[in-house]
């Protein structure tokens, strides 16, 4: 049995729902959606302490370990990673054996968007900020809402959700999630509006080429009901193809760009990035600005004002009327956990001022876009980065793309790869080695560092010399990546903290 063999109900307090796998990103957001819903939640996990530990301490869940005992005879449910198989792991095969029906994440996600007004947030790059963006104005709109993003984000309590305070009964009108295209996980969601923010080569275990990953959001935009609304980002030449395409096939769809390039109500023009803002404007409606860096983020903000103004729209009422409450909302965003994160400050003993960030960036657009908006936005600071590439299938196809994107930082430290629990390391064509030697065609101080350690070290040590002439506010230690290398950054925060070396 799976989640194609029932609906979930719209009403679910006090039923019993099993996650297995409880501690991923998606899923501490489902139980935090479901539980602010009613239901009893329990869950299974491996044991290593994640972040996310702390979201389902805050509701008094306990992660326990994988155990057929877990599944008791009250579940109604079981929501699962798709990390986890039914032939493998115990919780699933005892519920299968006991005939409780079992949902993958993106089929849980789709049965809780078919009980409301749905928004899914996709794109290759920025679902996460513009879905905390969206969040942000409608916790400040108060529109009955209930928002799930794919990390944790400041402006919504620390949490991965946000739920407006006039949430009634058991569920919002309006829910608005991030949404995956990858193995076309979106597929099961059921929206009513959609927000394309980019479309471009990645995934390649699943889409070997541009064109499949096309059309699986082609395919997801084609999901949209009668006269259902597309907003896609015209600075973005894949969203803009992709919109064009699902326009051709789907006449009735309401196709409403956004950004610089775009033509109508939410064309956007860039402002000057002062005072730890970056100023901009959509001329229809109003001024704004965001206290994030980045013009990529920028386009995030746009796309969430305009989802909000539809959203206004709907109700019947004039987004003229609420753009303070707008502007004071996209203020108030501070981003979300790995994306470009203030982790800490310190002063070095050779008295340089470091501030540390961790960022997500894993694709050679987003890593590009993101450097650029620090050198915007962190004037004055010498830019080092240290980069870990996720998955052996996409360095080894994007490999000059990614050797090309660093060109906004001063010193690029790079890992090695972090592969995939699907992929064979020692049978790949590339390794972080061979990247770093490709980087330094086109970057003139790239060092080569495959462990923590030693890559932490030699941060260190760079971190301890004066800045380069013309860099007089210091330095911008940055780690970016899908994996794990937020502990290199961590290990020299800690060493300068406590006054000692990296070990």
């Not at 949902?103 to 007004?117: V, W």
């Not at 889409?207 to 259902?228: E, H, K, M, S, W």
């Not at 769809?253 to 610089?260: F, M, S, T």
């Amino acid at each position: 049995m799976n989640g194609q063999d029932f609906i979930l109900p719209e009403n679910v307090n006090g039923i019993h729902i099993h996650f297995v796998g409880i501690k991923g990103t998606g899923m501490a957001a489902l139980v935090e959606i479901l539980y602010e819903r009613g239901a009893h939640i329990t869950g299974s996990d491996v044991s290593e302490r994640f972040y996310t530990d702390e979201i389902l301490e805050k509701h008094s869940i306990k992660a326990l370990p994988f155990s057929e005992e877990n599944i008791t005879d009250d579940i109604k449910f079981v929501v699962y990673s798709s990390a986890y198989s039914k032939e493998n792991n115990p919780d699933l095969i005892a519920a299968t054996r006991k005939g409780i029906p079992l949902l993958l994440y993106s089929e849980a996600l789709g049965e809780l968007s078919r009980t409301c007004y749905s928004v899914g947030i996709c794109g290759v790059h920025g679902k996460t900020t513009t879905t905390g963006l969206t969040g942000t104005i409608l916790k400040n709109l108060d529109l009955s809402s209930q928002v799930l993003a794919g990390s944790i984000i400041s402006s919504f309590g620390d949490s991965c959700t946000m739920t407006s305070r006039n949430v009634k009964a058991e569920s919002p009108k309006y829910f608005v999630a991030e949404t995956c295209e990858y193995q076309r996980h979106f597929m099961a969601f059921h929206p009513n509006k959609i927000v394309l923010t980019s479309v471009e080569s990645d995934h390649q275990d699943y889409y070997p080429t541009y064109q499949d990953i096309r059309n699986a959001f082609v395919d997801y935009i084609c999901l949209l009901p009668q006269n259902g609304q597309l907003f896609y980002c015209a600075d973005d030449e894949g969203a803009a193809e992709t919109a064009g395409i699902a326009k051709s096939k789907r006449p009735d769809i309401q196709v409403i760009p956004y950004g610089e390039k775009a033509q109508g109500e939410y064309k956007l023009e860039f402002g000057e990035v002062k005072g730890g803002r970056h100023n901009f404007s959509i001329p229809s409606i109003a001024d704004f600005a965001i206290s994030v860096p980045g013009d990529h983020n920028v386009r995030n903000a746009c796309a969430a004002i305009a989802v909000c103004c539809e959203l206004l729209k709907t109700e019947g009422e004039k987004p003229l009327d609420h753009i303070k409450q707008i502007q004071e909302a996209l203020l108030s965003f501070a981003g979300g956990k790995r994306r470009s994160e203030i982790v800490g400050q310190a002063v070095t003993p050779t008295g340089n001022k470091v501030i540390f960030v961790d960022d997500y960036g894993h694709h050679p657009t987003a890593i590009k876009t993101t450097l650029a908006g620090y050198r915007d936005f962190y004037k004055g600071f010498m830019i080092v980065v240290d980069f870990m590439s996720h998955t052996y299938t996409r360095t080894a196809a994007l490999l000059e793309e990614f050797a090309g994107s660093f060109a906004d930082a001063d010193v690029v430290i790079i890992n090695k790869i972090y592969g995939s629990a699907r992929e064979d390391g020692s049978k790949a064509s590339v390794t972080g080695e061979i990247l770093a030697e490709h980087a330094k065609k086109y970057h003139k101080n790239v060092i080569y560092a495959g462990e923590f350690d030693e890559a932490a070290k030699i941060g260190q040590d760079i971190l301890k010399k004066k800045p380069q002439q013309g860099y007089s506010e210091g330095y911008l230690f940055v780690t970016m990546g899908a994996g794990d290398n937020w502990k290199v950054g961590s290990s020299i925060l800690k060493a300068f903290e406590s006054g000692q070396e990296v070990h």
